[in-house]
Structure formats: C-alpha cells, structure tokens
C-alpha cells in the first residue's frame, strides 16, 4: 500500500497517486528538505506514473542536484568562505611581498628626497656611490639603483652635473 492505494490501484489510477503525493506533502527522505526539492522529485515520480519518462528522467536529475545542494549547503558555503579569507590573505601577501624588505629603505629614500630636492644636478652614479658608502653592509648598490628606478625619484638629466652633499632629515 502506497499513498492509501493499493499497488493495483496505483498502476490503474497513476494521476490520483500524483495528486496524493502533492496533498499530503509526503518527504522522501526523512532529512529535512527544501519544498523546492520535494516538489521537484514527487513531479518527477508523478510523471514517471503517467508514463512521461524522458520528462521524469530530466526532472529527477534536477531534483536530485537540488537535494544535493540541499544536503551540501552547509559544506559548500564554508568552502566558498575558506576560499574567500585564503584569496583575501594571499592578496595580502602579495602586497606585502611587492614592497621592500629592507628596514633602511624609507630613511634611505627620503636621503635621496631631500638631495635631489637641494642638489637637482647631482648624478645619480655619483649619489649611488655617496648612498653606498653611508650605508656600506646595510644597502648595496644595486638595491640602491632598483630603488631609485622602480620609485621614479631620480630627476631629470641636467645640462651639467654638480657636485652634491647627502641631505639627511633632521
């Protein structure tokens, strides 16, 4: 006995089998599912009854992603979570990673400021060497020109060079 008919009476009156099911809001499972799930699965156990199975195939296999869905909600969200905070931290990262590393590297930049604020003439051949000397072990010379090139703080070419003095801040 299914739905109050007999199984007899289920082959012979396959509409009041359907119209049963839709009545009673029977689940298929003893989970709690969404309405949206219920319905789609007993339409599709209803088609298959009147003997519409391409249809009840094509139905069921929308249920059937809408229970799992349904069962993976909980799991899935906290995945779509864990990836946002991981693509959020490896932004950070990456931020971090683009900037210097060396701890002199702001003091060292505003030097190279405030000398080419003063001496705009100055070379920068000449300013490297003045730099590399201050801060010898600290900062080498070719950190000193990626510096100056990636910042964009080097002026442009004068007609004549002078000479210069380092400009500290004070």
């Not at 109050?4 to 989970?31: H, K, N, T, V, W």
Request: proline share 4%; charged share 30%; hydrophobic share 35%.
């Amino acid at each position: 006995m299914c739905y109050g008919l007999e199984l007899r009476e289920i082959e012979q009156y396959p509409i009041e089998l359907a119209i049963r099911m839709d009545s009673c809001g029977f689940l298929i499972f003893d989970s709690k599912l969404s309405c949206q799930v219920v319905d789609t699965l007993n339409s599709a156990v209803a088609l298959y009854h009147v003997g519409m199975r391409n249809h009840a195939d094509k139905l069921t296999r929308v249920g059937v992603e809408l229970l799992l869905n349904d069962f993976f909600e909980e799991i899935i969200s906290n995945h779509e979570k864990d990836k946002k905070i991981k693509d959020a931290l490896s932004l950070s990262q990456k931020e971090k990673a683009r900037k210097p590393r060396n701890h002199y590297y702001n003091e060292v930049m505003h030097v190279i400021k405030l000398t080419w604020e003063k001496y705009p003439k100055a070379s920068k051949t000449g300013l490297l060497n003045e730099l590399s000397v201050y801060y010898h072990g600290k900062v080498s010379k070719n950190t000193l020109d990626k510096w100056i090139k990636e910042s964009g703080a080097q002026p442009p070419r004068p007609d004549k060079y002078s000479s210069f003095e380092l400009v500290h801040p004070q």
